[in-house]
């Protein structure tokens, strides 16, 4: 390893320190800013509430056996749509590339779903697939799938077309082209793509479970809401926070480690 190289190491570990001690002393700042505004009555702590709040609701429900079923079926739902969501659209761009008269019948359809409200569509979802899982899985589905769609075909039509015609004129199949330039120069996009469709698939469940959920941290967020207890409200949206960023950084970890492995090859 040369010397250029350890001193590039040693900034960019340095670099990487620096932001996340910033990002922890910003945090810790907002923390106990809202405490301090709580505690002196400089907010409406019945609207606003503050952490030592927030902490003693979340010990409380997690004593009373209530915040990890609730916890795990907003996961569990999550986990499904933004699969679910990632294959399906991953799928449908490649059926919309593999056949281009399909891509030009559906591309004003696709414009139209994706500015859709998909809050409009829970009631249909509800009625089609009854109040539960089903109706709220779709509902994270009808936010990730168009999405996921459009961004994957979009980078499917701008591969350098001088590859695919090199391929073509050596006698490769359309399969063979897909597999061999499409699919690995849009494999970045791809990986992407996963850490966008965490955020969406927690849009599309929290209002899901806004609808028609009897259990999940979205029915706690209403729950909240009926009963005018807004650290029941706010209490849930630390946990989804916490829980985003745990699954964002598992799908950060899973695209550094495929992009890695993709370099080594």
């Given at each position: 390893?040369?010397?250029l190289?350890?001193?590039?190491?040693?900034?960019s570990?340095?670099?990487?320190?620096?932001?996340?001690?910033?990002?922890?002393?910003?945090?810790?700042?907002?923390?106990?800013?809202?405490?301090?505004?709580?505690?002196?009555?400089?907010?409406?702590?019945?609207?606003?509430?503050?952490?030592?709040?927030?902490?003693?609701?979340?010990?409380?429900?997690?004593?009373d056996?209530?915040?990890?079923?609730?916890?795990?079926?907003?996961?569990?739902?999550?986990?499904?749509?933004?699969?679910?969501?990632?294959?399906l659209?991953?799928?449908?761009?490649?059926?919309?590339?593999?056949?281009?008269?399909?891509?030009?019948?559906?591309?004003?359809?696709?414009?139209?779903?994706?500015?859709m409200?998909?809050?409009?569509?829970?009631?249909?979802f509800?009625?089609?697939?009854?109040?539960?899982?089903?109706?709220?899985?779709?509902?994270?589905?009808?936010?990730?799938?168009?999405?996921?769609?459009?961004?994957?075909?979009?980078?499917?039509?701008e591969v350098?077309?001088?590859?695919?015609?090199?391929?073509?004129?050596?006698?490769?199949?359309?399969?063979?082209?897909?597999?061999?330039?499409?699919?690995?120069?849009?494999?970045?996009?791809i990986?992407?793509?996963?850490?966008?469709?965490?955020?969406?698939?927690?849009?599309?469940?929290?209002?899901?479970?806004?609808?028609?959920?009897?259990?999940?941290?979205?029915?706690?967020?209403?729950?909240?809401?009926?009963?005018?207890?807004?650290?029941?409200?706010?209490?849930?949206?630390?946990?989804i926070?916490?829980?985003?960023?745990?699954?964002?950084?598992?799908?950060?970890?899973?695209?550094?480690?495929?992009?890695?492995?993709?370099?080594?090859?």
């Amino acid at each position: 390893m040369s010397a250029l190289y350890r001193r590039h190491l040693a900034r960019s570990r340095k670099t990487a320190w620096a932001v996340r001690s910033t990002q922890g002393l910003l945090l810790i700042l907002f923390f106990g800013l809202w405490e301090a505004a709580g505690r002196n009555r400089w907010i409406d702590v019945l609207l606003f509430s503050y952490p030592s709040k927030l902490l003693d609701q979340l010990w409380r429900t997690l004593l009373d056996g209530s915040l990890l079923p609730h916890t795990g079926v907003t996961v569990m739902e999550t986990a499904v749509g933004f699969v679910l969501g990632t294959l399906l659209g991953t799928a449908i761009a490649a059926l919309l590339w593999w056949f281009p008269f399909v891509s030009r019948v559906s591309d004003p359809y696709l414009v139209v779903l994706n500015s859709m409200p998909k809050v409009a569509l829970g009631p249909l979802f509800i009625v089609g697939f009854g109040p539960g899982l089903m109706a709220i899985v779709a509902t994270t589905l009808s936010v990730t799938v168009i999405i996921t769609t459009l961004s994957i075909y979009n980078r499917f039509r701008e591969v350098d077309a001088g590859y695919v015609k090199v391929v073509r004129l050596f006698g490769g199949t359309r399969w063979q082209t897909f597999r061999h330039v499409i699919l690995p120069d849009s494999f970045a996009t791809i990986v992407a793509t996963l850490k966008v469709n965490v955020g969406l698939a927690w849009v599309g469940v929290i209002v899901g479970e806004f609808l028609t959920s009897k259990s999940g941290l979205g029915y706690l967020i209403i729950y909240g809401f009926q009963v005018f207890n807004f650290t029941i409200v706010l209490s849930s949206l630390l946990v989804i926070a916490v829980v985003a960023t745990v699954m964002y950084q598992i799908v950060a970890a899973l695209e550094h480690r495929l992009t890695r492995r993709r370099r080594e090859r």
